[in-house]
């Protein structure tokens, strides 16, 4: 007996145009010359644990902030 | 994706049990309203997904699956309410079974439960949408821009791309928001470090010549260059430059309470009195509206809690939700506070400028009220102190804004300030004013002292709002381009769907709207929808279009939606009533799009209208066998379908419980059901009624005629072939029905020759069983007699020259085309 039943986003993969505005997003910022640090944090967060929180968010974005 | 082959649906919303065989194809569901149509829709989407949307989604208050869905007589036994789907999944070729029940409606039971068919079926349940009903399909069409938006990206799944929008917009704002107290914080610590310095403007310049004289003084070396960590004392011996904190440094002490004397005059100013009275006079308008007032609250509740999701749970009352979810309810609740929201935004800038007053109260108050202790003899300043934490207090009561009348309160006595609040100050005024003048070496070193610790905190405060102004412009900048970005996608994105839709609307439309074309514009959480209007310009859907345009646009973006969504997985759709308000002509043309442009989606449909039903046959899109009628729907047996065996076992059960009346009233709606299939299948010419209210009179003898015409050109044929076997047999068999029609006509002539069959509820059991009994003959003269098939006969083709009569069986297969020379030797 097994449940597949989920709707919940976090943690979900992401469809593919999320996935695709994601990548694009992240290229952008990269040619804007943001840190390569924070773009793996970002890569990380949003296309490869997915977890599309604002805390997790944050995180990558200032992974020193003491709220984040 | 999936095909559905068949449902087996127990103890459900208005079903008993029930049993339908899809067969992985189209399927016609048809029956008046209120029979059970909906309930097999909810029972599809509950075996796919566990949820059933109009028991769960929005306005719904007060019903939930688990309560609602088991049938009325189980609610008490959801383990009874089950749904079983047979399923088959193209791509895998497999067939999976799924079982759900109402009490455990998150664990089915899936056989076979291989990983990849588990991974088919959760991409299923993500996709809800499968099932559109016509509530569904014109929020897509007749909505605000803003909500159109949502509802066409959770179709598109694209709920995540909004999502991550949202969050970056969040951060960035709340990374400017820091910049204002940080800002506000470095500037008093600008004015305390000036003060101290005795300088008016801050420059390296100034700062260096004024700190360069008192080191000189001391027989210190100047300082030439000022750099962040060039210390003013640097050079002092440790014991010299030990803090003034153990003392009170005269000429700074004697700036300190001179500041305090200006701030305390600023705040009882006609200036700041202005400010306060404008505060308050915004503050009480909207405490005097007690609607606004308790809005005022909620709106701040629901922003608090808007700001606290963050797990799979209310913030308030850990009641698990999908984040998403609850952050749409929360955002629907606050849009109806859009107009005290913005009320409140103008009352909290009305306080800005207050605040701004108070805090260089407070500080100052602090400053000062630290050298009561350490003045020789010390100086009580409880009563300063007191003082100063009240206003500290009024301070966070003004600036917590809620509740407004503690605010206001706070607000009518900041200017008062107490009797003896300010003695300390001038007990302190009065011993710095004793404090003998120091030597100007000991002046020198307390400036410098004081100037280097008020130096330091504005670094520090200047550091850190460097760092909020950096943080401002990151998240800022990521926010712009994550926002650049998925605008430029979506509009992609929606360009391609704008194409296909119009496409599919021009196809159902093509006799008058052949030119038709379609807007998709999106902006920021919006989604504009405008369409062509006869050349005339691009309006919204519901300007000019009639109703029915609206829901066959509707059904078009729907499509399109999924169709781009899904692509080749796009292979089955539940259409829920979705064409109500469309026109025979543009349905049949819906059929037609359904049949021709998604040949490989199984779509179930249901109707009240059994004219639509037919459509779907005629246009080929559900074939004869692929559809079920409802005929009536009862609370202890549920949806109940026109089954021949069934009709005449019920009336043979009324008749043996004397119930003439209802075996009477049955017999007719069966007789007027079946007669309009017959004539529909024979293409029977029956006089043509605009309002499609066809009477048993109009059909049955309708009915008749064209069988007994239509055995009679199967038997020309078969003689001009030479078949005189089959000839024979299409003999005997007019011979048969003749006496099925007579049969049934004499007793119609016994009972009532003139008309109608409304006098049959007048007779008793024992005549009218004769009756039921003749019309049960006449109509089996209609049906294949195999007994495997029992199906009405039917003419082919649907249109055109009729070919051939013949059953689902192929038992009958009757030919009616004579041979060609006989015709042609006969027309000669």
């Known amino acids: 007996m097994l449940a597949f039943m989920s709707n919940g986003k976090s943690g979900n993969p992401p469809s593919e145009i999320p996935k695709q505005i994601f990548a694009t997003f992240l290229d952008e910022l990269k040619k804007g010359g943001a840190s390569e640090d924070m773009l793996q944090r970002l890569h990380k967060v949003l296309l490869e644990d997915t977890n599309l929180t604002e805390n997790a968010i944050k995180a990558a974005i200032f992974p020193d902030s003491p709220n984040s | ?828």
């Open chain 2, 1 to 828: 994706m999936i095909h559905v082959d068949n449902i087996i649906i127990r103890e459900f919303r208005g079903i008993r049990d029930l049993t339908i065989d899809f067969a992985d194809k189209n399927f016609g569901i048809c029956g008046p309203n209120g029979t059970g149509k909906s309930g097999i829709v909810d029972a599809i989407e509950f075996g796919l997904t566990g949820s059933i949307s109009r028991l769960s989604g929005k306005g719904t208050g007060g019903i939930s699956v688990k309560e609602h869905a088991p049938h009325v007589d189980s609610r008490n036994h959801p383990d009874k309410a089950r749904v079983i789907m047979r399923v088959t999944i193209p791509s895998l070729r497999k067939k999976v079974t799924i079982e759900r029940t109402v009490k455990d409606p998150l664990t089915p039971i899936i056989t076979p439960n291989d990983a990849d068919v588990l991974e088919v079926l959760a991409q299923v349940a993500i996709h809800p949408e499968f099932a559109l009903s016509r509530r569904e399909l014109i929020r897509y069409v007749i909505s605000a821009p803003g909500d159109r938006a949502k509802e066409v990206q959770a179709l598109l799944r694209l709920d995540d791309v909004e999502t991550i929008r949202t969050i970056f917009q969040k951060i960035a704002n709340a990374c400017q928001r820091e910049i204002v107290p940080t800002k506000r914080e470095r500037d008093q610590a600008l004015e305390q470090l000036l003060r101290a310095l005795d300088i008016p403007t801050l420059s390296a310049e100034k700062l260096l010549g004024a700190a360069n004289s008192r080191r000189i003084l001391l027989g210190l070396g100047p300082i030439a260059v000022l750099t962040p960590t060039t210390s003013l004392r640097d050079g002092l011996v440790a014991s010299a430059a030990a803090s003034p904190s153990s003392r009170v440094p005269k000429v700074q002490a004697t700036t300190d309470l001179r500041n305090l004397r200006e701030v305390i005059a600023r705040m009882v100013s006609a200036e700041t009195s202005a400010l306060v009275t404008a505060a308050i006079t915004e503050l009480s308008s909207l405490n005097s509206d007690s609607a606004a007032l308790n809005s005022v609250t909620r709106e701040r509740f629901l922003q608090a809690a808007l700001s606290l999701i963050d797990a799979d749970a209310c913030p308030v009352c850990d009641t698990q939700w999908n984040p998403e979810e609850l952050k749409g309810h929360i955002m629907a609740k606050l849009k109806l506070f859009e107009e005290v929201a913005r009320k409140r935004v103008n009352a909290e800038r009305k306080l800005e400028p207050v605040l701004a007053v108070l805090t260089d109260f407070k500080e100052a108050l602090a400053v000062v009220e630290r050298y009561g202790p350490i003045l020789k003899p010390a100086i009580d300043v409880k009563l300063l102190r007191d003082f100063r934490l009240s206003v500290e207090a009024k301070y966070k009561e003004i600036q917590a804004f809620l509740p407004l009348p503690t605010a206001i309160a706070a607000l009518q006595t900041i200017a008062i300030v107490p009797a003896n609040a300010l003695d300390p100050v001038a007990a302190i005024e009065t011993a710095v004013a004793a404090i003998p003048e120091p030597t100007q070496q000991d002046a020198a070193r307390d400036y410098l002292t004081v100037c280097q610790e008020r130096l330091e905190a504005y670094r520090g405060v200047s550091l850190r709002l460097k760092q909020a102004e950096e943080r401002a412009k990151i998240t800022r900048e990521i926010s712009e381009t994550y926002a650049k970005v998925s605008t430029s996608v979506l509009e992609g994105i929606y360009k391609e769907v704008e194409k296909e839709f119009s496409d599919l609307y021009r196809f159902i439309n093509r006799e008058d709207e052949g030119k038709f074309s379609a807007q998709l514009t999106p902006t920021t959480g919006k989604l504009g929808f405008e369409v062509d209007f006869y050349g005339r310009g691009y309006f919204p859907p519901g300007a000019y279009h009639s109703e029915g345009h609206q829901d066959g646009m509707g059904i078009c973006l729907y499509l399109a939606l999924m169709k781009h969504q899904l692509g080749k997985s796009f292979t089955f759709a539940v259409l829920d009533d979705v064409l109500m308000s469309v026109d025979a002509g543009h349905r049949r043309e819906v059929c037609n799009l359904l049949k021709e442009r998604f040949p490989n989606t199984q779509f179930i449909l249901t109707t009240h209208d059994p004219i639509w039903l037919k459509h779907m046959r005629t246009v080929g899109l559900i074939s004869s066998k692929s559809s079920i009628h409802f005929r009536k729907w009862h609370v202890d047996q549920g949806p109940t379908e026109w089954d021949t065996r069934d009709v005449w076992q019920e009336i043979k059960d009324s008749l043996a419980k004397n119930e003439v009346r209802a075996a009477a009233g049955l017999l007719r709606h069966y007789l007027e059901y079946i007669s309009a299939e017959i004539c529909h299948r024979l293409r029977a010419p029956v006089e043509f009624r605009g309002d499609a209210q066809f009477q048993l009179g109009d059909l049955l003898p309708a009915a008749i005629g064209r069988f007994n015409k239509t055995l009679k050109e199967g038997r020309s044929a078969a003689e001009s072939w030479g078949q005189t076997d089959a000839a024979k047999a299409i003999s005997d068999r007019e011979t048969d029905f003749a006496a099925r029609v007579t049969k049934s006509n004499i007793e119609q002539w016994q009972i009532n020759p003139a008309i109608h069959y409304n006098e049959w509820e007048n007779l008793q059991a024992a005549d009218f069983g004769p009756v039921a009994d003749a019309f049960r003959e006449l109509i089996d003269g209609f049906i294949c007699q195999n007994p495997k098939c029992n199906g009405l006969l039917y003419v082919v083709p649907e249109r055109g020259q009729r070919e051939e009569l013949k059953c689902a069986c192929g038992v009958v297969t009757m030919n009616l085309k004579k041979r060609p020379q006989q015709v042609k030797a006969k027309a000669a």
